[in-house]
């Protein structure tokens, strides 16, 4: 008995049961088609076909903080950056209610973040708060280890490469609502009018940058048009507003044509 319980011990794992196979460079790929396939069984289980995705900055604090943490003052950046917290809940509330209220079987839009803190957690909050779905797509940072409390449990992903991460948040997309952001926020913008501009992405998809006061002192677009290295017509890909309800009634109006 002893020398068949050995034996049996000493059998090789499967290769899809080795973990140290599975985690070696030799089964990246492996690694890269999980990060498509399991999101994609989830989100069709759960019949997610549509988001409405917002990015922004992971720094935003909440109203909470605010009056919890005594070294904010008047004069503090994170009181400007509360501000877009504050708009970011309320308008993915309204979305969702909108959505909700659609001819629908189901919930069409879903809002979608990156999951982590600050305006991330203030799009699920206000999704939350409507009594919706709501998903995220986190990245595995060293600073970020779990997701935000207000994402619906069964739609949380945890991905290790940037690149699938992305994919999923255009390849569902509707609509985007950009909010003041740092480098993250500004790569994942560009991108996604770099895959528009090329005809990569061929649907309607409308896109607000939110908050004039931070989008025209960070970029001048008109300096690209002015130096010929886009047309025009690029910029009209997007929408810049400061009001959550211009936000709303663009985006809204952009779905339901």
């Known amino acids: 008995m002893n020398k068949t319980k050995n034996t049996k011990d000493l059998r090789p794992d499967k290769a899809y049961k080795n973990l140290d196979f599975l985690n070696s460079k030799d089964a990246r790929t492996l690694r890269i088609m999980s990060e498509y396939l399991y999101p994609k069984a989830q989100l069709e289980e759960k019949k997610v076909k549509n988001t409405i995705v917002i990015f922004g900055s992971a720094r935003a604090p909440s109203p909470e903080e605010l009056r919890n943490n005594e070294s904010f003052n008047k004069g503090s950046k994170s009181l400007k950056l509360a501000e877009y917290y504050d708009a970011t809940r309320m308008l993915t509330k309204r979305l969702t209610e909108w959505s909700k209220n659609l001819n629908q079987e189901d919930q069409k839009y879903v809002i979608c973040s990156g999951g982590g803190p600050g305006i991330m957690s203030a799009a699920n909050r206000g999704a939350s708060e409507a009594e919706g779905k709501t998903t995220a797509f986190r990245i595995s940072l060293p600073f970020e280890n779990s997701p935000n409390p207000y994402v619906s ?62 989008w025209n002192k960070l970029i001048n677009f008109e300096t690209l048009v002015e130096f010929g290295t886009i047309d025009r017509k690029d910029l009209d890909l997007f929408f810049i507003t400061s009001s959550v309800d211009d936000a709303y009634e663009h985006v809204t109006s952009s779905l339901i044509q």
Do not use: C
């Open 153 to 214: 449990p069964e739609l949380d992903f945890e991905f290790h490469y940037f690149f699938t991460r992305k994919f999923w948040f255009s390849y569902l997309a509707e609509a985007l609502v950009i909010m003041p952001g740092g480098f993250g926020t500004l790569d994942e913008f560009f991108e996604i009018l770099t895959l528009i501009q090329t005809e990569k992405i061929k649907k309607n998809l409308p896109i607000v940058l939110f908050g004039k006061e931070y």
